[in-house]
């Protein structure tokens, strides 16, 4: 089926698009059609970025016809990228050939690798069937349970191991390499601000907002040649969250309407283009306000740093009777 995305709505002016403009651009989970990582991986090759790597695993043909898509409209360097983020040995496997392709280590990596569950409510027992036999019942609830586990699984698979594996071959890379390089880490606001029925999307997003922390912390010495940050989306209408673009319910609490995907994208563009010692170990969330002189649907967008502090509180309780323990 061609492409329903539009490319020419990922035209940006010259000062959005300075971050890529010229750089080698990485992006997982970039294949499929209408989503959050086809648009940046179309925001960076239709904007100057001198190659770009069209990641994907399952969505082949998706995958395929954005490389074609980006070579159509002047970026001669996109190519595919097929491999499963949760597998190592898949992983390394594609590190020479990226490197070949693009002409060097990459110099912005996108983790943007994700899914999300169908829905469950953590900590519910399904609902009991009127004439439903005990036995009966047991099976159900135990199917249900092993299921919905099955599927948090499979979404904090994705996106931790996924995350986790992109930043240690591509930072050792870069450190190899004594090249600067940029990571970002695709999060949501539901990391910080937890809607119900997707408790393994919500704690891998959550989980992936300490890896910039993590890496500088490995990298030492060398960790002034990565700078590595996370970005919280609200709702981005895509194949996962379309049937509920309707549904003021579900994204009213944060924006009046989605932002569709060449949307998100251009917000990346824009604080990509900020000096990277300003992003540098930081959480952004994206702040979407309606904007009715805008026209019907008129919204504007700006971002917002979420501080993440640990704080030591004394306890009483505690402090009045230490365990003492003696000398070995």
Same mark, same amino acid.
């Given at each position: 089926m061609p492409l329903q995305t539009d490319p020419s709505q990922f035209a940006l002016p010259p000062e959005l698009a300075a971050g890529v403009a010229g750089k080698r651009v990485f992006i997982t989970g970039a294949g499929r059609d209408k989503g959050l990582g086809q648009a940046f991986a179309l925001a960076a090759g239709l904007n100057g970025a001198s190659g770009v790597a069209v990641h994907f695993h399952n969505s082949y043909e998706d995958g395929l016809d954005t490389v074609n898509m980006l070579r159509d409209h002047g970026c001669e360097n996109a190519f595919p990228v097929q491999c499963d983020v949760t597998n190592p040995r898949d992983v390394w496997s594609i590190r020479s050939y990226v490197i070949q392709r693009l002409g060097g280590v990459p110099d912005v990596v996108i983790c943007n690798s994700g899914a999300s569950e169908a829905g469950y409510m953590l900590g519910r027992v399904p609902r009991e069937l009127e004439g439903e036999s005990s036995a009966r019942r047991r099976a159900r609830v135990r199917q249900a349970f092993v299921e919905n586990l099955a599927e948090s699984q499979m979404v904090i698979d994705t996106k931790v191991d996924g995350f986790l594996a992109m930043t240690h071959l591509w930072a050792s890379e870069a450190v190899h390499a004594k090249q600067p390089l940029t990571i970002v880490y695709i999060s949501s606001r539901q990391a910080v601000d937890?809607? =119900?029925?997707?408790?393994? %999307? $919500? +704690?891998?997003?959550?989980? $992936?907002?300490? *890896? =910039? /922390?993590? *890496?500088?912390?490995? *990298?030492?010495?060398?960790?002034?040649?990565? /700078?590595? #940050?996370? $970005?919280? &989306?609200? #709702?981005? /209408?895509?194949? +996962?969250?379309?049937? %509920?673009?309707?549904? =003021? /319910? $579900? #994204?009213?609490?944060?924006?009046?309407? +989605? *932002?569709?995907? &060449?949307e998100a994208a251009k917000t990346l563009m824009q604080i990509l283009s900020r000096p990277g010692e300003e992003l540098d170990e930081r959480f952004f969330q994206l702040l979407v306000d309606a904007a009715p002189e805008l026209g019907e649907g008129g919204i504007r967008t700006r971002w917002a740093e979420i501080g993440i502090t640990i704080e030591d509180r004394a306890l009483g309780w505690s402090d009045e009777a230490p365990l003492e323990m003696p000398a070995r």
């Open positions: 937890p809607g =119900p029925a997707v408790p393994g %999307y $919500v +704690m891998a997003n959550w989980a $992936v907002l300490s *890896l =910039p /922390k993590i *890496l500088h912390t490995n *990298l030492g010495r060398s960790a002034s040649l990565v /700078k590595a #940050f996370s $970005v919280g &989306y609200p #709702f981005v /209408k895509t194949s +996962m969250t379309e049937e %509920y673009a309707d549904n =003021p /319910k $579900v #994204f009213g609490r944060w924006q009046a309407r +989605m *932002l569709e995907p &060449y």
